[in-house]
């Protein structure tokens, strides 16, 4: 990872990628120019080419963010002993934790449509781990702990299905605890997946 450089003050690579993130979801990525974000910060476009060389670079390091906390969970996952829905009950959990702690972030991310090079990247990212999670169905299938009835890739979407929606309506807020989503989202996916052996 890069050092960011220095800027002008309170404008570092950090605040700078919080601006870009926020217009992207506000806006679209295609709906904001480098003079919008220049504009909403106060600062000449030239400012913001000293932290980063594009606007597509902005979007490579916000989707980034999601993605790499996504892929800490599953990594952290991986490593787990037991059986395999409780690692993936870990794997939906440490999610909806990444989603409320990276909100902005993974918002962007559900967005992306794979019309840039760095969009593409992040859906091929998207696929990969979505792999894993039907992997993990499957050796839960395989296990005897999850219903046979439904196609592992259609129960990995279905549960991720439930857990991306929380970009539409979760917010945090001071003293809301995203552990309680978490716990719900589990309740929910997981009492209805579960065989009961």
């Known amino acids: 990872m890069t050092t960011p450089r220095r800027g002008r003050p309170g404008y570092d690579l950090e605040s700078l990628l919080q601006v870009a993130v926020k217009l992207f979801n506000e806006r679209g990525y295609d709906g ?38 996504l892929f800490e969970v599953a990594s952290e996952t991986a490593r787990l002993d037991g059986r395999a829905i409780d ?3 870990h ?3 440490g999610s909806v934790l990444v ?15 794979g019309n840039t090079k760095v969009e593409r990247a992040a859906l091929a990212r998207r696929r ?11 050796q ?11 196609d592992p890739a259609v129960t990995a979407r279905l549960v991720f299905g439930m857990v991306n929606s929380l970009v539409e309506w979760y917010k945090p807020r001071r003293g809301s605890a995203a552990a309680e989503v978490a716990d719900a989202v ?8 579960r065989t009961g052996s």
């Not at 589990?186 to 997946?193: D, I, R, Y």
């Open 32 to 69: 904001t120019s480098m003079e919008d974000l220049s504009r909403k910060l106060g600062i000449t476009k030239s400012a913001i080419y000293h932290h980063v060389p594009s606007k597509e670079e902005l979007l490579r390091l916000a989707v980034d963010r999601a993605l790499d906390g």
């Open 87 to 89: 690692r993936l009950e």
């Open 91 to 93: 794997l939906v959990r």
């Open 99 to 113: 989603l409320a702690d990276r909100l902005p972030f993974v918002t962007l991310l559900l967005r992306v449509r």
């Open 128 to 138: 990969e781990f979505d792999r894993l999670v039907t992997d993990l169905v499957k």
């Open 140 to 150: 839960a299938e395989a296990e005897g702990d999850v219903r046979p009835d439904v």
């Open 186 to 193: 589990c309740k929910v996916a997981f009492e209805g997946l």
